[in-house]
């Protein structure tokens, strides 16, 4: 994992014992004084009780420390899951010297179960003494569940001969279908932005990255995708919308957010295909990701996915219940990369078993759907169902 | 499997080699002169040959024959596929003395391969020989693809002293997530009914029975439910909506389908759990349904159920995510059987982990959410997502 550390931002990692043994699962993440944090939260009406809380933080002052935990998601968890968040941040506020509502506490995990206070308390201390720029790795390793490979990556921009950064990491494979957030994502610039600029950065990023992926159509309690400009770059503030900086920013947080949104996918639980679906042709964006989503969620493409067998019916079925309001089946055309598989409703004349088998007997693969309804188009990332995925979630929590 | 033949329905089955080897795979059906017959079809826009075809006869006379195969669905198929289906209608017409318009075609099985007529063509004589009232077992296996269970039931009702019979079979194990209507179904009275109240029983059966199971969420191409009053019976024709043996009618009719909708469930692909879900205390149906099916279509929630893991933050997170605009958390509850799991929003308190994995170690289990927000129910069946499902689907084609 090839990173770039952001000056001002620092970290620290620790294995507290919230759930899993013998591995980090709490990760304190310390933002400088004067930052700008822009965010968006899972739209799930079971939101998790850190999710409540650190929308409740943010909108009371700017936050200086994050902490972040794994194995315990602390979501349905009523009152006293309420408590346990706050309480969180009280002993933090107590142990780095400064308000609690600067605090923005995250969980991931299993549902339903109470967070436990004491191992968090204790691991207190010794994180706040371990806060280090280089800690990235291991943050990005320790805020991981069900994901077998740690998501962080950096980009450079060149704004008037200097170079400003934009760093990242995320975590998720399962639960995995996010609705204007993602299980948990943290982005951070060195460069100085205002809030209002930063949010929309952050909207902009999110938009074709993490609210265009699904592994299980299942949306998570306990989403969250942060953007925080750390403002330790010497280059100006950034408060102008048509500022040049300002877009080469938006390019920076978007392309950061697109590696680590395909890196979710490419990680999702027993995935073994990255799949685009493309939907060309709709009349409105509400149609084009309806199609796709259809198609992204059908059991039955996805086992085929899994099978690398081109077994275009189900796509083609999927398709057709998707509720487009009087779909022209004739007008409907689906491609597998290059090949076309179904023309004007069915089965295209030139295509051959042995051509859709090629691109099925690829790792990566888009599927193209075209609806002959209008110019909308849209894409999506998905992945296949396999074995691996019943394993991984019917063993979960054994 | 009982079941009590129609006076005046005869069936016939013959292994024509469609698509599998040494089974039945063609099925033959005669109805009697001067039935009604009510029938729905799919809403899949990608709908079959066969169902374009079998509408269009419908329409325009009274069927004396239907002719079903399985091993290939016809559909996706396009112009080709329709003239298959209408060759097929034209020389079963030769072979059995009637007008091709009077022939209902349907098909299951693979998606988007052309039907081969020469194996039906060749099997239509025979067939045609083999007719018999007491074939319906043989019709019933006939018909399967995934199916591991032949589904026929029959039921008696009393009208005005005299024994009257309701007998259904119909076939489907995986895409199943039937929109007014179902994979295939067929459902025999030997009562004298018109076909306005023929249509009337049919609808109302189909509500609470075909149209209320997913076993994965995926609507077929080729779903069709047809009723068919014989009128065998001496007993009076039913005219009039208001007739008691309208009603009685009703009853059993939609008996049948409710046994025979929960031997689809039951028989889904890889299910090893019957999986009630009731949603109460919804503002409206859609508001109901709409949460009854996200929670049975989550990967999530099923492979729990196939665990027998009483995860049920992964039911919270579904509920959650399911759209209800302005759910209030705080007013949801959530109970396996009579185990309350989650109250007001959050984890009971007298919940125990073991008292959920009770329920959870069940064939049988229903799932109740309460929303809280009016006085609507709904209730669907469906079942768990386990490795047989993915193996399944993954080796369908092979």
Redesign the interface.
Known sequence: MKFIPIGGIRLATIAAGIRYQEREDLVLMELPKGNSCAAVFT?????AAPVLVAREHLAATSPRYLLINSGN?N?????P?LLAARQSCSLLADAAGCDAEQILPFSTG????LLPIEPIQAALPSLVSQLDEANWPQAASAIMTTDTQAKLVSRQIEINGQMATVTGMAKGS??I?P?MATMLAYVVTDLAVTPELLQQALELAVAPSFNAITV??????NDACLLVAAGSSSLPKITNVDDVAFHALCEAVTEVCMVLARAIIKDGEGATKLVTILVDGAVDEVEARQVAYTVA????VK??L??S?P????I??????AG?QD?V?ER?GIWLDQVCI?R????AEDYSESRGQAVMDQDEITIRIELGRGDVSSRILTCD???D???I??????
Chains 1, 2 share one sequence.
């Open positions: 739209q799930n009406a079971f939101c998601a979501a349905g968890t009523g009152e899951g299993v549902i339903g179960e399962g639960m279908c609705n299980d159509g299942d949306t998570s309690t969620h059908s059991p039955l086992t085929a899994f099978a067998d077994n275009w019916g189900r083609l079925a999927a398709v057709g219940r487009v779909l089946v409907v179904v004007r409703g069915s089965r169902l396999s074995h995925y019943v394993t979630n019917a063993e979960y929590r054994t």
